[in-house]
């Protein structure tokens, strides 16, 4: 039998062909926008690697395992330089972002290599295009089938992206409730920052929301001021997620006063939706959220102070949500997952949280509410004991 016939495109046709059927998928709805695009940055991170000029079919699983290597080694480039008092040019952050160059800037470069996660991300993405090259025949066979890089176990997981203990994440929403003091003119930055660029109170929400209801940063840079609404006295904010799914999510009583004072001095120019705005009044980028969170911790105190990513108060609203006996599926609807599953992920060990546990036990308690080990009226043990 003779082999079947390949179309033998190089890995950058392949690319350009599979990126515009993924693109094409967000009209039927069958992938987001945003998963569309993380498909296309990864596919063109692919293709730089893996030689634009290559024929796709020629590729082993050697090659994929180089591509994948190299992947693993790049600069981490998703936080951004900071200037010598480790803020952000939110306008400037904004402007990049508008281009098409996102948060990065040069000062990322030579950052630590790619988390776990990414790593783990890139390579799915890579399965998908050879996939679709198998199915399309493009390639006689799937060179993923020999590839053995894999990447780390999540045990690797940074620090700054696990959830913060309950005493962090308080002291991080009290610094942000608490107005910083006004900036000296000819301060460690060097710069002398006029009134309209102090944002402390878009700072506070942008803490709050995070911390309470753990959105993907990509939500929180999206949301509109329309997107908010209130609905027999409770505020809600109409999340837009992945896949294009929407979530109406309840605001708690602080954080929708930290909304209705930030929408009392939100200042914007004509048309502009965006609930979140930089001093310039532009949509807040990806990057600029993180300079806010950095910004803020700056107020909490030393013991209480640890670094922390969006994501990592994504992870810190699942865990401390679960623990505190929530039901998984209203944490999941929080969180806009569509699978329970999913939330394993999100959901990171607390100290102490076992020792708790163990000590209110749900079938050793008296029914009239005692716990484990304390004695009952009359001199009685309670149940379990003796």
């Known amino acids: 039998m003779l082999p079947p016939q390949v179309n033998r495109l190089t890995v950058q046709e392949a690319a350009d062909r599979y990126v515009e059927l993924v ?3 967000t009209v039927t709805g069958a992938l987001s926008p945003a998963t569309a695009e993380v498909y296309a940055r990864d596919v063109a991170t692919f293709v730089r690697l893996a030689g634009d000029g290559r024929v796709l079919d020629d590729l082993t699983g050697e090659d994929v395992d180089a591509v994948l290597l190299a992947f693993a080694r790049k600069p981490d480039e998703r936080r951004r330089g900071r200037g010598e008092d480790g803020t952000a040019d939110e306008g400037a952050a904004s402007d990049g972002a508008s281009r098409g160059g996102g948060a990065r800037g040069p000062a990322a470069r030579g950052g630590p290599g790619q988390s776990a996660a990414s790593q783990a991300r890139f390579r799915r993405s890579v399965s998908a295009l050879f996939r679709h090259a198998a199915s399309a025949g493009w390639v006689h066979l799937d060179p993923m089938a020999a590839s053995s890089v894999r990447a780390r176990e999540r045990g690797g997981l940074r620090p700054e992206r696990r959830a913060l203990t309950r005493e ?12 910083a003091p006004p900036p000296e003119p000819g301060g460690s930055d060097g710069r002398r920052r006029r009134a309209d660029q102090r944002t402390e109170v878009r700072d506070a929400l942008v803490v709050m929301l995070l911390a309470a209801l753990g959105p993907r940063v990509s939500e929180l840079v999206r949301a509109n001021v329309e997107d908010f609404y209130t609905n027999d006295g409770m505020r809600y904010w109409r999340i837009f997620g992945k896949g294009g799914r929407t979530r109406d999510v309840p605001l708690p009583r602080d954080v929708a006063a930290a909304l209705d004072a930030y929408l009392a001095v ?6 502009e939706k965006a609930l979140l705005l930089s001093w310039r009044g532009r949509r807040l980028a990806r990057g600029d959220v993180q300079a806010v969170i950095d910004r803020v911790r700056q107020r909490v105190e030393p013991g209480r102070s640890r670094e922390v990513t969006p994501h990592g108060l994504r992870h810190t609203t699942a865990t401390h949500l679960l623990a505190d006996g929530t039901d998984m599926d209203a944490v999941r609807r929080v969180l806009g997952h569509s699978d329970l599953s999913t939330l394993g992920r999100y959901r990171d060990d607390l100290p102490g949280e076992l020792e708790v546990a163990m000590g209110s036990h749900p079938l050793l308690r008296r029914r009239g509410g005692g716990r484990a080990g304390q004695t009952a009226p009359g001199g009685e043990s309670g149940p379990g004991e003796g």
Do not use: C, F, N, Y
């Not at 962090?168 to 107005?179: C, F, H, K, M, V």
């Not at 939100?266 to 048309?271: I, P, S, Y």
């Open 23 to 25: 693109r094409a998928k």
């Open 266 to 271: 939100r200042v914007a120019g004509d048309g």
């Open 168 to 179: 962090q994440a308080e002291g991080l929403i009290e610094a942000a409730r608490s107005p």
